[in-house]
C-alpha cells in the first residue's frame, strides 16, 4: 500500500482535514466551546469507534456534551425538528455531526433552527430564512453525500411525503473530517450505494447548466476514482487505500455538486425515496441512471464522453453513442453486484404518473438545472426503465 498523505483544504467556508488520525486537528477548535451536542445515527458512529474518539475529546477537554442517536436514513422532518428542540435546549455552542449525509444534513438544519428559530417546514416552504447557524463540524463515515463540503441539506416533509433540498451559506460545517479508518466497518451494501451517490454528484454537476471546467475536472477525478477503487473496497471492506480514495472522490464530487448543482436523477430518486423512505439514496440513483444517461448524452456527449469513457474506452463523444454510454453505466452497476429495481421497493407501473407529477411540482427547480428540458415522456421512460434491470 501507498503512503497515504493527510492534507488540510478549504472548500468554501469549511476547513476539511483529511487523513488518518487527523481528528486530533479539531481538539483546538472544540476548546472556545463548554457545551456540544452530538448528532449521529444508532449504529455507524460506534461500530467505526468515531464516537468513542469523539468523546474522549470532549471529557479531556471538560466540556460537556448530549448525544442524539436517533438519525436514520432519508431523515423526517419531525425528527429534525425534535434534535434542533435539544441542541436548544441544552444550550448547545456547537453541534458535532458523527455519520453519513443523514446525519450531517440533520445537524445543518438543526444548527441553523437553534439559532434562528423556527421548524424545518419554515425554511423548506421559504417563509423563513438562514439567519445563521451553531458551528457544525462534520466527522463523516460515509464516501457518498460530500456534505461535509457543502451548503445543501436534504430532508423528507411527511405531507406530501417528499424530499427537500436547503441551501445556505450558514450550513456549511465549519471544521471537517475525512479520515478512512473510519470506514472499514461500512456495511457492502452501503458501501456501494454511497459510492453510487458520489458518482452520480459528479456526473450530474459535469453536465447541469452551472457547470464549469473546473466542476468537469472535479467529477472526472472523481469518476476515476471510483471506478479505479470501488470493487476493492467491495472485496475487502478494511482496506484503508481503497477507503481513502473512495473518500477523496466522494469529496470531490461534494465540491462538484456546490458549484454545479445535481438536477434530472437526484430529481426523480428524491421523490422515489420520499415516497419509501426504505429506498437507499444510492440504490435509487443506480436504477434511474442508465435511462437518464442516455438522455443527457445525446445532449452534452463531449463532457459525459470524458465522464464515462472511464467505464468504456471504446466510447466516443457523439450522440449517436448515447445508448453506449447508458449500457456502461448499467454494466458497472452490475459488475459491482449491483442488481436490485424499483419493483423490490413496492413500486409499479402505476405509480409513474404520480411520480412525475410530484417532480413537476416540488423538484421542478432541479429539472431547471439540467442541460435537456425533460419532457413528462422523459421522466416516465427514466422511471419505468428502473423496474426492470
Not at 49 to 60: C, P, Q
Not at 118 to 127: F, I, N, T
Amino acid at each position: 500500500m501507498m503512503k497515504l498523505k493527510s492534507f488540510r483544504i478549504r472548500a468554501s467556508k469549511t476547513v476539511l482535514y483529511f487523513g488518518i488520525g487527523v481528528l486530533r486537528n479539531v481538539e483546538e477548535f472544540l476548546r472556545r466551546f463548554k457545551r456540544v451536542y452530538v448528532v449521529t445515527s444508532r449504529g455507524a458512529a460506534r461500530v467505526s469507534g468515531a464516537l468513542s474518539d469523539v468523546e474522549l475529546l470532549l471529557r479531556s477537554g471538560g466540556i460537556a456534551y448530549e448525544v442524539f442517536d436517533k438519525v436514520t436514513p432519508n431523515p423526517l422532518a419531525s425528527t429534525v425538528n425534535t434534535l434542533a428542540e435539544k441542541v436548544w435546549r441544552f444550550g448547545a455552542e456547537a453541534v458535532i455531526a458523527i455519520g453519513g449525509g443523514s446525519v450531517i444534513d440533520s445537524a445543518k438544519i438543526a444548527s441553523v433552527i437553534a439559532r434562528c428559530g423556527g421548524s424545518v417546514e419554515d425554511y423548506v416552504k421559504g417563509s423563513r430564512e438562514p439567519c445563521g447557524s451553531l458551528p457544525t463540524i462534520a466527522i463523516n463515515l460515509t464516501h457518498g453525500t460530500g456534505s461535509e463540503v457543502n451548503r445543501y441539506a436534504v430532508v423528507t416533509l411527511e405531507n406530501p411525503k417528499t424530499k427537500y433540498g436547503i441551501a445556505s451559506d450558514y450550513m456549511y460545517p465549519a471544521i471537517s473530517v475525512d479520515d478512512p479508518q473510519y470506514l472499514r466497518t461500512l456495511p457492502k451494501s452501503q458501501t456501494m450505494y454511497t459510492a453510487f451517490d458520489a458518482f452520480y454528484h459528479a456526473l450530474e454537476a459535469s453536465c447541469g447548466v452551472d457547470s464549469s471546467p473546473y466542476v468537469i475536472t472535479l467529477a472526472e477525478e472523481a469518476v476515476k476514482n471510483i471506478v479505479n477503487w470501488l470493487p476493492t473496497a467491495l472485496r475487502d471492506p478494511g482496506d484503508v487505500e481503497a477507503r481513502n480514495w473512495l473518500l477523496y472522490a466522494s469529496m470531490l464530487a461534494g465540491i462538484a455538486i456546490d458549484n454545479s448543482r445535481a438536477h434530472i436523477i437526484h430529481a426523480v430518486e428524491n421523490v422515489l425515496s420520499g415516497m419509501n423512505t426504505e429506498l437507499p439514496h444510492g440504490a435509487g440513483l443506480a436504477m434511474l441512471g442508465p435511462a437518464a444517461v442516455k438522455h443527457l448524452y445525446r445532449a452534452v456527449p463531449e463532457t459525459l464522453h470524458r465522464i464515462l469513457r472511464h467505464l468504456d474506452q471504446g466510447l466516443e463523444p457523439s450522440p449517436s453513442h448515447a445508448e453506449r454510454a447508458a449500457e456502461a453505466v448499467k454494466r458497472f452497476h452490475i459488475d459491482m453486484g449491483f442488481r436490485e429495481n424499483l419493483r423490490i421497493y413496492g413500486f409499479t407501473e402505476q405509480e409513474a404518473d404520480k411520480v412525475v407529477d410530484t417532480v413537476f411540482n416540488y423538484l421542478s427547480y432541479s429539472l431547471k438545472l439540467s442541460p435537456i428540458e425533460p419532457s413528462r415522456d422523459v421522466l416516465r421512460d427514466v422511471y419505468l426503465s428502473a423496474l426492470s434491470l
